[in-house]
């Protein structure tokens, strides 16, 4: 064997031999190179989010709920990690890749009418797996929404009503039904900012309802579709939102409170919509807020201004 060895290495010119070897070096270093580009990827968290994004996205793909709800739970780990180092970007990131991944998942799903139809043969599970995989993620969430409020990161709580808000336009667009969980947990969300001092996540909030409302009148078909309980699920929501506003500020000018109602019911006094079924309950439910404020207001007037005390300087 050597001595075959050194009858090829006679043969070889000395130029081949040199272009062998930079050859060799040549795709040594690619294979390094390549390997730490990987390496590198997995180590830049920023880089994970995208990652974990594009195995979900695959996931919907190729119908594979397992890896699906996987690739969800990696991103939920980078999120609540970011938030307990009080890295909000990477935070925001992670948690701005579920409601992309909520719509690709929508999109791939049958019609939920098509759904429950197919849910009346016994061997058909269709509608399980669906609701099952919104509730994942939404429990997903809604972890990182405790702790980012724990730690009272401002910025990834706006970003949890622009998630929320987004989910439930989502949901809407793909049936109208799936919202009212969505828009519970929004308002829930809200209402846990502003009892940890955060009032202008719930501004937040009540403007983030109404753009969900307008977007729902203007661009979905709703006039064969069920409007009351998602408006209901909606009022209920903003009442919460407003409630808990005033109490952590009773002199809050409560004209502000009722402005988002009256801005909800202008959008029911168009011709376009007053024409629906579920128009009038829908007005009356606004309304009644309307008129408990108008009440409370009558009550705060009534209720003298609390003098002011100095304090009594401490003896020494």
């Not at 992309?100 to 929508?106: A, D």
């Not at 139809?117 to 429990?139: G, P, W």
């Not at 109602?261 to 309307?290: C, E, G, M």
């Amino acid at each position: 064997m050597l001595a075959l060895d050194t009858l090829w290495l006679n043969y070889l010119q000395k130029s081949h031999r040199l272009a062998l070897w930079v050859f060799s070096i040549g795709i040594t270093l690619d294979i390094y190179y390549t390997l730490l580009k990987r390496l590198i990827t997995y180590l830049n968290p920023l880089d994970q989010v995208l990652l974990f994004t594009q195995i979900a996205k695959e996931s919907i793909q190729n119908d594979k709920k397992s890896e699906l709800c996987e690739a969800v739970e990696a991103l939920t780990e980078t999120a609540l990690i970011s938030t307990h180092h009080m890295n909000p970007t990477l935070c925001n990131q992670a948690l701005q890749a579920m409601p992309n991944i909520i719509r690709n998942f929508l999109s791939s799903s049958k019609r939920i009418a098509q759904i429950a139809a197919e849910a009346r043969d016994k061997n058909s599970d269709i509608h399980d797996h669906t609701s099952y995989i919104l509730y994942y993620i939404y429990e997903r969430i809604s972890l990182i929404n405790e702790k980012a409020l724990a730690k009272k990161l401002v910025q990834v709580a706006a970003t949890l009503v622009a998630v929320w808000g987004k989910i439930v336009l989502h949901c809407a667009k793909f049936d109208l039904t799936l919202v009212n969980y969505p828009l519970h947990l929004l308002s829930c969300h809200a209402k846990a900012a502003i009892i940890q001092g955060l009032p202008d996540i719930g501004v937040k909030a009540s403007l983030t309802l109404l753009e969900i409302s307008k977007t729902i009148l203007e661009e979905i078909d709703y006039t064969s579709l069920n409007l009351k309980d998602p408006f209901f699920s909606l009022i209920n929501g903003l009442e919460e939102i407003t409630h808990s506003t005033f109490l952590q500020d009773k002199s809050i000018n409560l004209k502000i409170l009722m402005q988002p109602f009256q801005d909800l019911k202008d959008l029911f006094n168009n011709p376009k919509v007053a024409a629906h079924r579920d128009t009038s309950l829908i007005i009356k439910n606004i309304d009644r807020v309307l008129g408990e404020y108008e009440a409370l207001e009558l009550v705060m007037k009534t209720i003298p201004p609390l003098p002011d005390i100095p304090e009594e300087k401490s003896k020494i």
